[in-house]
């Protein structure tokens, strides 16, 4: 029974994350700061020469003029955009034309568009970056100066050996991200990248050594997949993956709760077929302060770490996420699948548990059914097929019950004993202060973790308890036929 249940990876991201594997046999193990531009932080409040040539080349293009409402600066997470002017919240703040967009289409328009035909669009234009980083002379080379080689994300935590991949991320993730679910992700997300550049490279970049006169490694493909993964854009209309030069630059804001009126794809005129990418401020801004938006607001804390290389400490933010599966060993495979797709689920269902927030609504359903079996087979008898899903909502039997209770709690249990520390010692360690980003980065999602993981552990354990008191199936079913008091005495009747 226990191999219905796995503990795995999972992540929400919005374009290119890789798809989970369908064979994987089940087993249990572990899951899913502002930009931080490390290579830009500097003591002075002076723009970088690379950040004033960019802001030159986009002013030299009409991009940008003495009027526009924000300009790069030196900010605490590295570079920001900060108003010159009082802004009012949703006010515009920057418009990106979109000859200054870098997506499919660009790299469609491009020398190497016929060679990347076909690819992925986050590959296609993860070449194009890489390609034009390389060259001499490069009409984006303003703006690639400014991009950083790597951020606090756990994805640059390790270099880049084909054959010692997991071996080396595991070794430099493993003391600090040791049991977390990020580690299992970030060593997912690794392979997965270093799968797509082996298979780039040999349709793609070798036979086209006239396009890619230079080596493109690994690390080259890692450092594009970070980028696109940080700064792309998504969500917009006909717009999957984009990066925009300068809007980029916006960092996150814990503080802000909304979503609406950061970005948004509009025409440039009543008479202009061109686009434009346009930001707004979500909330008014001074002169002098830093413009910044919500990323995310659905996103985890080990999501967020993966992502941009920070977490948050709002309780909300922690999340383990459980992965339930009905084996195709269960002799009544067929049926349950069945019944799970009827409602919407499949063989595999993943469930984001969140610290302080209930379990999803489908989660207990599903686990009964995977759990099914002995004398509650008959649910899954065909006359029960339009019904069985609200029988599943209630405790179907005590056999049942218990079953689940005690597989979670044993699964929580094995998933706690794979962490080096106790939520005690990562308390302590983040009240002393101290810790490199990527180090406290790795406290805080572990501990994270290990509460949620406490508290689902906590919730099935009490239901053990109440076992005794609760009502099951055949007892409602007594009592819409009139067979069983409210007290769950039997009703015998006696003929007349």
Known sequence: MASLFTLVSSSSSVFFFPKKPQNTPPIIHTRRSPLSLTCLHSSETKPSPPVQTFWKWLSDQGVVSGKTS???AIVPEGLGLVAQRDIARNEPVLEVPKRFWINPDAVAASEIGGACSGLKPWV?????????????ESSWRSYLDILPEYTNSTIFCAGQKRSLLRFKVGIILGNSFAGTQLLNTTLGVKEYVQ???L?????VILPHSQLFPFPVTLDDF??????????????LRG?????????????????ITTEEYAWEIKGAGLFSRDQLFSLRTPVSVKA???????????????????????????PRRNSYTLTLEIAESDPFYGDKLDIAECNGLSETAYFDIVLGQPLPAAMLPYLRLA???????????????????????LPVSRANEELICQVIQDACKSALSGYLTTIEEDEKLIEEGNLSPRREIAVEVRVGEKKVLQQIDGIFREREKELDELEYYQERRLKDLGLCGEQGEIIFWESK
Do not use: C, M
């Open 70 to 72: 924000v300009k790069p």
């Open 199 to 203: 298979k780039v490279e040999k349709e």
């Open 371 to 393: 759990a099914l079996g002995g004398a509650d087979a008959f649910l899954l008898e065909s006359i029960f097929r339009n019904t069985i899903w609200g029988h599943l909502e």
């Open 288 to 314: 002098g302060e830093q413009v910044l938006i919500q990323y995310d607001l659905d996103k985890s804390n080990a999501e967020l770490a993966l992502d941009y290389g920070f977490v948050e400490s709002k």
């Open 124 to 136: 296609s234009v993860a070449l194009f970056l890489i390609r034009e980083k390389l060259r001499d």
């Open 239 to 255: 717009q999957n993956l984009v990066l925009i030069p300068l809007a980029d630059l916006i960092n996150h804001s814990p503080s």
């Open 195 to 197: 799968s797509e550049f």
């Open 222 to 235: 890692l450092w594009a997949f970070g980028i696109l993964r940080s700064r792309a854009f998504s969500r």
